[in-house]
């Protein structure tokens, strides 16, 4: 899964009403966002698949 992708199903991915769009929540240092827009590493170190059911289960 490429880096773009992956994105769509992190949980720090997430919708911002006020610019209408989807966007990261990780605030990136200054190093982390040169590589993040350089593509200089193969996936997101701050990946954390966004289950939508993980509450639901800690709950049960």
């Known amino acids: 899964m490429d880096r773009k992708m992956s994105c769509e199903y992190c949980i720090h991915y997430d919708y911002n009403e006020e610019f209408e769009c989807y966007?990261?929540?990780i605030?990136?240092?200054?190093?982390?966002?040169?590589r993040f827009l350089s593509?200089?590493?193969?996936?997101?170190?701050?990946?954390?698949?966004?289950?939508?059911?993980?509450?639901?289960?800690?709950?049960?």
């Open 23 to 25: 966007e990261c929540e």
């Open 27 to 34: 605030n990136l240092d200054e190093d982390e966002m040169i």
């Open 39 to 60: 593509n200089s590493y193969q996936s997101c170190p701050h990946f954390k698949f966004g289950d939508d059911y993980s509450v639901v289960r800690k709950q049960m």
